[in-house]
Protein backbone atom coordinates (compact mmCIF):
# COMPACT_ATOMS: atom_id res chain seq x y z
CA UNK A 1 0.00 0.00 0.00
CA UNK A 2 1.35 3.57 -0.84
CA UNK A 3 1.21 6.39 1.02
CA UNK A 4 -0.47 9.26 -0.50
CA UNK A 5 0.92 12.80 -1.12
CA UNK A 6 -1.95 13.75 0.76
CA UNK A 7 -2.07 11.82 3.73
CA UNK A 8 2.10 12.54 4.46
CA UNK A 9 0.89 16.06 4.37
CA UNK A 10 -1.72 16.16 6.88
CA UNK A 11 0.61 13.76 9.24
CA UNK A 12 2.57 17.16 9.44
CA UNK A 13 5.64 15.09 9.91
CA UNK A 14 5.15 11.78 10.75
CA UNK A 15 2.93 9.80 9.25
CA UNK A 16 1.59 5.95 10.01
CA UNK A 17 -0.86 3.23 8.62
CA UNK A 18 -2.73 0.92 10.41
CA UNK A 19 -1.08 -1.88 10.52
CA UNK A 20 -2.51 -3.58 7.02
CA UNK A 21 -2.73 -7.07 5.99
CA UNK A 22 0.31 -6.79 4.24
CA UNK A 23 2.74 -4.07 5.13
CA UNK A 24 3.10 -1.05 7.25
CA UNK A 25 4.46 2.32 5.47
CA UNK A 26 5.92 4.59 7.85
CA UNK A 27 7.24 7.88 6.28
CA UNK A 28 8.59 11.53 7.45
CA UNK A 29 7.92 14.72 5.39
CA UNK A 30 11.70 16.12 4.75
CA UNK A 31 10.96 18.80 2.72
CA UNK A 32 7.75 19.88 0.62
CA UNK A 33 8.38 21.83 -2.62
CA UNK A 34 5.94 24.41 -3.98
CA UNK A 35 5.94 22.31 -7.26
CA UNK A 36 2.80 25.32 -8.37
CA UNK A 37 5.09 27.95 -7.85
CA UNK A 38 8.25 26.22 -9.62
CA UNK A 39 6.30 25.31 -12.29
CA UNK A 40 4.29 28.93 -12.91
CA UNK A 41 7.94 30.47 -13.05
CA UNK A 42 8.70 28.15 -15.98
CA UNK A 43 5.82 27.60 -18.04
CA UNK A 44 3.91 30.32 -16.60
CA UNK A 45 5.73 33.42 -17.00
CA UNK A 46 4.72 35.83 -19.59
CA UNK A 47 8.11 35.11 -22.58
CA UNK A 48 9.54 31.97 -23.13
CA UNK A 49 11.75 31.32 -25.65
CA UNK A 50 12.28 27.43 -26.35
CA UNK A 51 14.08 27.46 -29.43
CA UNK A 52 16.96 29.13 -27.63
CA UNK A 53 16.53 27.24 -24.80
CA UNK A 54 16.46 28.13 -21.35
CA UNK A 55 17.31 26.81 -17.88
CA UNK A 56 14.66 25.11 -15.55
CA UNK A 57 14.48 27.53 -12.54
CA UNK A 58 15.54 24.91 -10.20
CA UNK A 59 19.12 24.36 -12.13
CA UNK A 60 19.04 28.05 -12.20
CA UNK A 61 18.56 28.55 -8.27
CA UNK A 62 21.27 25.66 -7.86
CA UNK A 63 23.87 27.21 -9.95
CA UNK A 64 23.22 30.68 -7.53
CA UNK A 65 23.44 28.43 -4.72
CA UNK A 66 26.44 27.17 -5.72
CA UNK A 67 28.32 30.46 -6.42
CA UNK A 68 27.66 30.75 -2.61
CA UNK A 69 28.16 34.81 -2.75
CA UNK A 70 26.81 37.17 0.18
CA UNK A 71 23.54 38.13 -0.82
CA UNK A 72 24.81 42.06 -0.38
CA UNK A 73 27.58 41.66 -3.45
CA UNK A 74 26.21 42.08 -7.51
CA UNK A 75 25.61 39.14 -9.74
CA UNK A 76 25.59 39.34 -13.58
CA UNK A 77 23.97 36.68 -16.23
CA UNK A 78 25.77 37.77 -19.09
CA UNK A 79 23.75 35.30 -21.59
CA UNK A 80 20.58 36.12 -19.54
CA UNK A 81 18.28 35.11 -22.39
CA UNK A 82 14.30 35.02 -20.79
CA UNK A 83 15.90 35.76 -17.59
CA UNK A 84 15.89 32.92 -15.32
CA UNK A 85 18.82 33.04 -13.61
CA UNK A 86 18.63 36.61 -12.13
CA UNK A 87 14.53 35.70 -11.16
CA UNK A 88 15.66 32.60 -8.78
CA UNK A 89 18.88 35.12 -7.46
CA UNK A 90 16.31 37.53 -6.91
CA UNK A 91 13.68 35.60 -4.86
CA UNK A 92 17.25 34.01 -3.22
CA UNK A 93 17.84 37.53 -1.93
CA UNK A 94 20.17 39.09 -4.34
CA UNK A 95 19.50 42.71 -5.20
CA UNK A 96 21.91 43.52 -7.20
CA UNK A 97 21.27 41.84 -10.30
CA UNK A 98 22.83 42.29 -13.68
CA UNK A 99 21.85 40.82 -17.08
CA UNK A 100 23.66 41.15 -21.02
CA UNK A 101 22.52 39.28 -23.87
CA UNK A 102 23.34 39.47 -27.54
CA UNK A 103 19.94 39.65 -28.38
CA UNK A 104 17.85 42.49 -28.23
CA UNK A 105 14.52 40.30 -27.98
CA UNK A 106 16.21 38.27 -25.34
CA UNK A 107 16.95 41.39 -23.70
CA UNK A 108 13.07 42.47 -23.99
CA UNK A 109 12.19 39.09 -22.40
CA UNK A 110 13.59 39.73 -20.00
CA UNK A 111 12.32 42.65 -18.63
CA UNK A 112 9.14 41.34 -19.18
CA UNK A 113 9.23 38.07 -17.09
CA UNK A 114 11.35 40.36 -14.45
CA UNK A 115 8.36 42.87 -14.33
CA UNK A 116 6.16 39.77 -13.97
CA UNK A 117 8.00 38.47 -11.59
CA UNK A 118 8.20 41.65 -9.18
CA UNK A 119 4.39 42.66 -9.61
CA UNK A 120 3.62 38.55 -8.31
CA UNK A 121 5.88 39.10 -5.69
CA UNK A 122 5.83 42.96 -4.32
CA UNK A 123 8.19 42.38 -1.60
CA UNK A 124 11.25 41.88 -3.93
CA UNK A 125 13.09 45.40 -3.99
CA UNK A 126 15.83 43.16 -6.50
CA UNK A 127 17.39 45.98 -9.28
CA UNK A 128 17.57 44.70 -12.65
CA UNK A 129 20.18 46.14 -14.99
CA UNK A 130 19.75 45.19 -18.08
CA UNK A 131 21.69 45.58 -21.53
CA UNK A 132 22.16 44.25 -25.27
CA UNK A 133 25.80 43.12 -25.42
CA UNK A 134 27.60 40.80 -27.40
CA UNK A 135 29.91 38.96 -24.77
CA UNK A 136 33.28 40.06 -26.48
CA UNK A 137 32.25 43.96 -25.93
CA UNK A 138 30.62 43.59 -22.26
CA UNK A 139 34.06 44.23 -20.33
CA UNK A 140 34.10 47.08 -22.21
CA UNK A 141 30.21 47.92 -21.24
CA UNK A 142 30.76 47.56 -17.81
CA UNK A 143 34.14 49.61 -17.25
CA UNK A 144 34.96 49.24 -13.33
CA UNK A 145 31.83 46.98 -12.18
CA UNK A 146 32.97 43.60 -11.07
CA UNK A 147 30.58 40.83 -9.45
CA UNK A 148 30.51 38.23 -6.58
CA UNK A 149 29.24 35.93 -8.41
CA UNK A 150 29.01 35.44 -12.22
CA UNK A 151 26.10 32.80 -13.02
CA UNK A 152 25.23 31.92 -16.40
CA UNK A 153 24.42 29.17 -19.24
CA UNK A 154 25.80 30.71 -22.75
CA UNK A 155 24.73 29.00 -26.11
CA UNK A 156 24.93 25.53 -26.28
CA UNK A 157 25.34 24.72 -29.54
CA UNK A 158 22.66 24.14 -32.73
CA UNK A 159 19.25 22.19 -31.39
CA UNK A 160 20.36 18.11 -32.34
CA UNK A 161 17.94 16.12 -34.33
CA UNK A 162 19.66 12.45 -33.10
CA UNK A 163 21.19 11.47 -35.90
CA UNK A 164 24.28 13.36 -36.25
CA UNK A 165 27.57 11.56 -36.35
CA UNK A 166 30.88 12.10 -33.96
CA UNK A 167 32.28 14.08 -36.65
CA UNK A 168 29.63 16.33 -36.94
CA UNK A 169 29.52 16.95 -32.94
CA UNK A 170 32.92 17.20 -33.27
CA UNK A 171 32.85 19.79 -35.31
CA UNK A 172 30.14 22.17 -33.30
CA UNK A 173 32.53 21.37 -30.24
CA UNK A 174 35.52 23.54 -32.21
CA UNK A 175 32.73 26.26 -32.99
CA UNK A 176 31.91 26.53 -29.30
CA UNK A 177 35.56 26.48 -27.66
CA UNK A 178 35.79 29.87 -29.66
CA UNK A 179 32.87 31.13 -28.14
CA UNK A 180 33.74 29.91 -24.50
CA UNK A 181 37.14 31.23 -24.92
CA UNK A 182 36.23 34.66 -24.91
CA UNK A 183 33.85 34.19 -22.34
CA UNK A 184 35.29 32.36 -19.49
CA UNK A 185 38.73 35.46 -20.40
CA UNK A 186 36.12 38.25 -19.94
CA UNK A 187 34.39 36.68 -17.28
CA UNK A 188 37.36 35.88 -15.24
CA UNK A 189 38.38 39.52 -15.34
CA UNK A 190 34.62 40.70 -14.36
CA UNK A 191 34.60 38.65 -11.40
CA UNK A 192 36.03 40.41 -8.09
CA UNK A 193 38.95 38.45 -6.46
CA UNK A 194 37.07 36.15 -4.03
CA UNK A 195 33.86 35.60 -6.81
CA UNK A 196 32.36 32.69 -8.09
CA UNK A 197 31.74 32.04 -11.60
CA UNK A 198 29.01 29.33 -12.37
CA UNK A 199 28.78 27.97 -15.47
CA UNK A 200 27.45 25.75 -18.09
CA UNK A 201 29.48 24.21 -20.28
CA UNK A 202 28.28 21.72 -23.52
CA UNK A 203 28.74 18.20 -23.65
CA UNK A 204 28.28 16.27 -26.49
CA UNK A 205 27.24 12.33 -26.08
CA UNK A 206 29.18 10.25 -28.68
CA UNK A 207 28.70 6.88 -29.56
CA UNK A 208 31.26 5.40 -26.46
CA UNK A 209 32.24 8.68 -24.78
CA UNK A 210 31.26 12.03 -24.06
CA UNK A 211 32.70 14.96 -26.13
CA UNK A 212 33.48 17.66 -23.76
CA UNK A 213 35.21 21.67 -24.71
CA UNK A 214 38.96 21.30 -23.48
CA UNK A 215 39.00 22.07 -19.70
CA UNK A 216 42.32 24.79 -20.71
CA UNK A 217 40.13 27.14 -21.86
CA UNK A 218 39.50 27.87 -18.07
CA UNK A 219 43.11 27.80 -17.25
CA UNK A 220 43.80 30.34 -19.90
CA UNK A 221 42.15 32.60 -18.45
CA UNK A 222 43.05 32.13 -14.86
CA UNK A 223 40.48 29.93 -13.60
CA UNK A 224 40.48 26.97 -11.93
CA UNK A 225 37.49 24.40 -11.08
CA UNK A 226 36.53 24.01 -7.57
CA UNK A 227 35.40 20.47 -6.89
CA UNK A 228 32.08 20.23 -6.09
CA UNK A 229 31.28 17.22 -4.42
CA UNK A 230 33.09 16.48 -1.00
CA UNK A 231 35.73 13.73 -0.93
CA UNK A 232 34.43 10.06 -0.09
CA UNK A 233 30.72 10.55 -2.29
CA UNK A 234 30.63 7.36 -4.60
CA UNK A 235 33.56 7.85 -7.66
CA UNK A 236 30.59 7.59 -10.00
CA UNK A 237 29.19 11.05 -9.07
CA UNK A 238 32.44 12.63 -9.20
CA UNK A 239 34.09 14.08 -12.33
CA UNK A 240 37.79 14.23 -12.54
CA UNK A 241 37.98 18.18 -13.77
CA UNK A 242 35.32 18.97 -10.52
CA UNK A 243 31.93 18.98 -12.87
CA UNK A 244 28.89 17.54 -12.17
CA UNK A 245 26.53 16.71 -15.25
CA UNK A 246 22.91 17.15 -15.94
CA UNK A 247 21.03 15.65 -18.31
CA UNK A 248 18.29 12.84 -19.36
CA UNK A 249 19.65 9.57 -20.28
CA UNK A 250 19.74 9.37 -24.35
CA UNK A 251 19.87 13.42 -24.33
CA UNK A 252 22.51 13.98 -26.99
CA UNK A 253 23.61 17.60 -25.15
CA UNK A 254 24.35 17.27 -21.87
CA UNK A 255 25.06 20.33 -19.60
CA UNK A 256 28.32 20.39 -17.58
CA UNK A 257 28.20 22.44 -14.21
CA UNK A 258 30.96 24.30 -13.04
CA UNK A 259 32.13 26.39 -10.85
CA UNK A 260 35.44 28.19 -11.44
CA UNK A 261 37.45 30.86 -8.93
CA UNK A 262 40.17 32.87 -10.03
CA UNK A 263 43.26 31.24 -9.94
C1 LIG B 1 20.91 28.97 -23.72
S1 LIG B 1 20.45 30.63 -23.91
C2 LIG B 1 20.41 31.19 -22.24
C3 LIG B 1 19.08 30.97 -21.66
C4 LIG B 1 18.87 31.62 -20.31
N1 LIG B 1 19.68 31.02 -19.29
C5 LIG B 1 17.39 31.48 -19.95
O1 LIG B 1 17.07 30.73 -19.05
O2 LIG B 1 16.58 32.07 -20.63
C6 LIG B 1 21.91 31.37 -24.50
C7 LIG B 1 21.79 32.87 -24.72
O3 LIG B 1 23.05 33.33 -25.17
C8 LIG B 1 22.83 34.43 -26.04
N2 LIG B 1 24.07 34.58 -26.84
C9 LIG B 1 24.52 33.79 -27.85
N3 LIG B 1 25.72 34.25 -28.28
C10 LIG B 1 26.04 35.32 -27.51
C11 LIG B 1 27.14 36.20 -27.46
N4 LIG B 1 28.16 36.07 -28.30
N5 LIG B 1 27.16 37.18 -26.53
C12 LIG B 1 26.11 37.32 -25.66
N6 LIG B 1 25.02 36.54 -25.68
C13 LIG B 1 24.98 35.54 -26.60
C14 LIG B 1 21.60 34.02 -26.84
O4 LIG B 1 20.95 35.16 -27.37
C15 LIG B 1 20.78 33.30 -25.78
O5 LIG B 1 19.83 34.16 -25.17
Not at 88 to 101: K, N, R, S, V
Request: hydrophobic share 45%.
Amino acid sequence: MALSRHAIDQAAGVATLPQGKAELLVARTLWVQAFEEWSERDYGRPERDAKVGMLPPKLARLMVNLAQTPRGQALLDPFCGSGTVLQEAALLGYGDLWGADASAAGIERSKTNLAWLKDKNPSLTADFNLQVADIKDLAAKLEEQRFGAIVTEPYLGPPLGGHEGEERLRVIQQQLVELYTIATSTLARLLEPTGRLVMVWPAFQGQSKLIELPLTIARTAGLVAERLLPTGVPAVWVRERGSLLYGRPGQRVVREIFVFRRA
